[in-house]
């Protein structure tokens, strides 16, 4: 069992830049894949990015390549996302996930745990 908890949402201007924060319990966090995805109103859940068990593999959406940075700290049990050049268009829940798989997924079925998400709201 993991359960995950994101931090680091708010409300942002538009140019600005964000770190996102998910601390994940339990003592076999790096067994675990993680991603990031977001759901904004009205809209499907998207994926952005995911990281593998010892953080050598990335992938990202093409959508957000280059602004975004996922990383992860497996001696802290947490996973991050960089964001900079937000745009109005980022506003969303942002989740981070855990999927068993060694290698991440972009599909959000392959994710065995999920956070609560956290806000975020970019300004124009």
């Known amino acids: 069992q993991v359960q995950l908890v994101e931090s680091g949402g708010g409300l942002v201007q538009a140019g600005g830049s964000l770190r996102l924060s998910c601390a994940a319990s339990?003592?076999?966090?790096?067994?675990?894949?993680m991603g990031w995805f977001r759901q904004a109103p009205g809209k499907e859940r998207e994926f952005l990015a995911t990281?593998?068990?010892?953080?050598?593999?990335?992938y990202y959406s093409d959508s957000v390549k280059g602004r975004f940075t996922i990383s992860r700290d497996n001696a802290k049990n947490t996973v991050y996302l960089q964001i900079i050049s937000l745009k109005p268009e980022d506003t969303a829940v942002y989740y981070c996930?855990?999927?068993?798989?060694?290698?991440?997924?972009?599909?959000?079925?392959?994710?065995?745990?999920w956070g609560q998400g956290t806000q975020v709201t970019v300004s124009s």
């Open positions: 990281i593998s068990w010892g953080g050598g593999n990335l």
């Open positions: 996930a855990a999927s068993r798989r060694s290698s991440g997924s972009y599909i959000y079925t392959e994710y065995d745990y």
């Open positions: 339990g003592r076999t966090f790096s067994r675990y894949a």
